[in-house]
């Protein structure tokens, strides 16, 4: 069955740190991996897709298919970075759309 | 543009009352998403509808849960009877037809079942 794993619930950095958000999924066939982002007071919204390759707002995932991870990751934090971060994942079409627990960043000034 | 609405934003009800959510998508939007989610976790998918065709129910609880987008267009989610278990918030989320990556959801339900 898929599945989207987060391991870290929290995650603090200071401002101006690397971060990085790790997600590992499981899925039988050829998924499409997204990073959802909700900042406080907003609604959940997407962040990125890995199909299209984009550095949003400073932030790349690459789809390692070796590891089944999809680490999303940011050289320099920001505090307005702080928010919770949900990865998910999808088949052919939408189909069996997961989301995983989520990691709470927190950017530190 | 006022985006996905939902409608009550917080409910409170006892167990084995009935409740209902209801969710307008936004305009242009054929794809519908019902979501739970329970704290401290992620949404958990209940249906997805194109149009007015219920395409993915596979975790809809179906002994007391139901849906329906009559129109295909806004849509209610019932559950009858309440259990304590059903504590959640209730997202409701729309995609343009064939663009499930891209979905934008409401500002959610909290229900709380006592």
């Known amino acids: 069955a898929q599945r989207v794993t987060q391991p870290e619930k929290l995650l603090s950095v200071f401002k101006g740190a690397p971060v990085e958000l790790k997600c590992n999924y499981s899925?039988?066939?050829?998924?499409?991996l997204f990073w959802y982002v909700q900042y406080s007071r907003q609604r959940l919204q997407l962040l990125l897709r890995?199909?299209s390759r984009e550095s949003i707002k400073g932030f790349t995932a690459d789809l390692n298919k070796g590891e089944t991870s999809f680490h999303l990751k940011k050289p320099f934090a920001q505090e307005e970075d702080s928010a919770m971060y949900y990865c998910?994942?999808?088949?052919?079409?939408?189909?069996?759309?997961?989301f995983g627990p989520g990691t709470r960043l927190s950017v530190l000034p | 543009e006022a985006g996905v609405v939902q409608s009550p934003r917080y409910k409170i009800i006892e167990k084995k009352q009935p409740v209902a959510f209801w969710c307008n998508p936004i305009?242009?939007?054929?794809?519908l998403y019902w979501y739970r989610q329970n704290l401290g976790q992620g949404p958990e998918l209940l249906i997805r509808?194109?149009?007015?065709?219920?395409?993915?129910d596979s975790q809809l609880p179906k002994d007391r849960f139901s849906a329906e987008r009559l129109k295909g267009v806004d849509s209610t989610l019932k559950i009858q009877p309440a259990e304590l278990g059903d504590s959640a918030v209730y997202l409701c989320?729309?995609?343009?037809?064939?663009?499930?990556?891209?979905?934008?959801f409401g500002p959610g339900t909290r229900l709380t079942v006592t």
């Open positions: 989320a729309s995609s343009m037809e064939g663009q499930f990556y891209e979905q934008y």
């Open positions: 899925y039988s066939g050829s998924p499409e």
């Open positions: 890995h199909i």
């Open positions: 998910a994942l999808s088949g052919l079409g939408g189909q069996n759309f997961v």
């Open positions: 305009s242009g939007h054929n794809t």
């Open positions: 509808y194109e149009n007015e065709e219920a395409v993915d």
